[in-house]
């Protein structure tokens, strides 16, 4: 390795296969620290994905590990040393308490992996069948067992790997990626840096509560695994970072050590949106910034758009993104769109270069059911456009909690109303919007974000403190 400073980020499911939010973020950084060296270690659900980004030159080494709940070849019995750990593990576990993670990878041997091999000993058999008895007395032990085998499989596949070699491992979530952030530093002894866009486990919760095909037991099964990893990220990160307050508390109230949290909000090309020339066009437009996918909600921006149309005839509707990440949900929405006979109102865009429409949209409309920080809301103030939001991550904040522009997600009755308040006081949102404007220029510049994180890095890389 050379003299220069090297980062292995760790990513699940996301960059570079993913466009939008944490793949922007994650390509920001990238290409904007180029004296950097970077490593990317990627956690996939399957082989061959496309890339959706060109690797800047400075990513020196992609390393994409698929994980999958499939079967492994059996292993040997690890040494008694490591089961004795292990159980110490789940004591903990069960007893509510802080599990030492970091203890029991430290027992491992160089060579020696966790696997199948495991239930070669009668203690851990016993342990899977003592949980099944005390929590699934009503089920089949063998449905039990398979779940179990499931849920651990891929935590066994992600502690197999040997993350390239780096100065500092840079985990983008907790979940896998942050286990095999531990597991690198396990091994190497170098820091891990822990940043979260979301909480990946409430993220998780979510997803799992909604999965109709998930069983009862199955399911605080995913949820208690997806927390517990959680907890060991933020007990043993020796720095996280998240975008705005509100999450760095709720980091805190798990575990994490106050003095290694930081907020280092998101940023955008100041200079990029500023540029842009403000051309309104007759009538009134309404714009969704975002990929066509259900966690944006375009369903309920459709929704939105009919109320609007029955009251205000003239105005437009685009979902300005892809259509191709899921392809099933557009063509949903493409059906809901005709159903509802707005289709000459409500256009389907496609990728575009989104300062065109930020020169006449008059009104920013994000119906997502999950946000972190939303860049797009920044984008428009920039460029001039306001925004309404559902009330999800940092967006309350950002709008100042102005219940006029905010509603709960999936309430297309109150978004309507907030559309219709922006259009019947132009002259006050152009008020709002001028100091919506300057704050995004003073607080978000992305500029600021990646000498943030640059300096993070040299600093952790020295083993000094930084200083946020």
Known sequence: MTDRLRVCMILEGSYPYITGGVGAWVHDILSGLPDIEFSLLTLSPSADQPLRY???????????????????????????????????????????????????????????????????????????????????????????????QSAHRMMFEVLRIRAPRADVYHAISTGFAGLAALNAKSRTGKPFLLTEHGLYHKEREMEIRKADFVKGYQRDMWINIYSSLSVMCYRNADTITSLFEENRRKQIELGAKPERCFVIPNGIDIERFSSVKRSPRPGFHVGLVGRIVPIKDVKTFIAVAKIVLDRLPEAMFYAIGPTDEDEEYYEECVALVESLRIQDHCIFTGRQNVLEYYSFLDVMMLTSVREAQPLVILEGWVAGVPSICTKVGNA???????????????????????????????????????????????????????????????????GQPWQA
Do not use: C
């Open 54 to 148: 060109t690797l800047p030159p400075n990513v020196v080494e992609h390393k994409d590990v698929v994980l999958s709940a499939s079967t492994a070849k059996t292993q040997r019995r690890p040494r008694r040393t490591v089961v004795d750990s292990i159980l110490k593990l789940h004591e903990r576990m069960f007893k509510k308490e802080v599990p030492d993670i970091m203890g029991t990878l430290a027992v491992r041997n160089n060579h020696e992996n966790f696997g199948n091999g495991l239930l070669a000993d009668d203690r851990l058999w016993n342990m899977i069948v003592g949980m099944n008895m005390r929590r699934n007395p009503a089920y089949a032990f063998s449905d039990y067992f398979w779940a179990w």
């Open 396 to 462: 309350p904040e950002m709008l100042d909690y102005d219940e006029r522009f905010l509603a709960a997600s999936k309430d297309p009755g109150s978004l309507a109303e907030a559309v219709l308040y922006v259009h019947g006081h132009p002259e006050e949102m152009r008020a709002i919007n001028e100091k919506n404007r300057q704050k995004a220029m003073t607080l978000y510049n992305k500029r600021d974000m990646k000498a943030r994180y640059g300096e993070l890095y040299e600093s952790m890389k020295g």
